[in-house]
């Protein structure tokens, strides 16, 4: 069964240093998230992609943050200069054309801000 | 204000059991979508059922099923016959409208379900 793949599946990294989370959506899918989840709060939504540019952003991301699918299989949320409060679970997720509903999570990165 | 709440931090189940998790949403749009996810200690989100403003029928896929009451806005998620392996935390979600195919997904703040032996 097709699945939604990231790596790494989890990044320590000092504050201030720029990360780099990856994705690898469903092959057919052409509509892309990212959401992220704070140690025991709600998944909260972050961004979505299609046709090669962002479809809606939330308030959470900011100018730090940004997204890029740099060839046909690779979906990327880069954080420039992380903060402590950026730790976090990182979930990508992806949908295809006509089953818009299914929204497909991938395994998520924990992220940890030092 | 809370778009998606769900009212039962814990929930606990004797294994073969029936449970029924709650959630309430709020929108004032015609066309959404309500989602279930479960999240077990490993981390992942796995999608478990959908069901859409406009379906006459409740969703069901398996052991779960999705008692749709639009008019009070709830849509809960009930689990038939509770395995060890349906502990987990589970989300309730909801898509309003629809934007030309993507859909951003608002979340509730979970319910953790235990199933007892």
């Known amino acids: 069964e097709p699945e939604v793949t990231q790596t790494p599946s989890h990044q320590v990294t000092q504050m201030g240093q720029e990360v780099i989370l990856r994705c690898v959506p469903i092959s057919n899918h052409l509509y892309f998230y990212w959401y992220r989840q704070i140690l025991g709060q709600k998944v909260e939504f972050l961004v979505s992609f299609y046709n090669n540019e962002i479809s809606e952003k939330s308030e959470i991301f900011d100018d730090q943050f940004s997204v890029e699918r740099p060839d046909g299989s690779n979906f990327t949320l880069k954080i420039r200069s992380t903060k402590l409060e950026d730790s976090a679970m990182y979930f990508c997720?992806?949908?295809?054309?006509?089953?818009?509903?299914?929204?497909?999570f991938g395994p998520g990165t924990r992220l940890t801000v030092t | 204000a809370q778009k998606i709440t769900q009212t039962q931090p814990g929930m606990f189940v004797q294994e073969k059991e029936a449970v029924t998790l709650d959630c309430t949403y709020d929108?004032?749009?015609?066309?959404?979508?309500l989602f279930w996810y479960k999240q077990p200690s490993s981390g992942e989100m796995i999608f478990l059922i959908y069901q859409g403003s406009y379906d006459e029928q409740n969703a069901t896929e398996g052991r779960y099923s999705l008692n749709f009451q639009k008019a009070r806005k709830s849509a809960n998620l009930v689990i038939s016959a509770s395995q060890l392996g349906d502990s987990a935390m589970y989300f309730c979600a909801m898509r309003e409208g629809f934007s030309g195919g993507y859909n951003k997904l608002i979340f509730g703040a979970g319910t953790r379900l235990a199933v007892h032996p």
């Open positions: 929108t004032s749009d015609q066309s959404y979508g």
């Open positions: 997720a992806s949908s295809g054309v006509g089953m818009e509903y299914e929204q497909y």
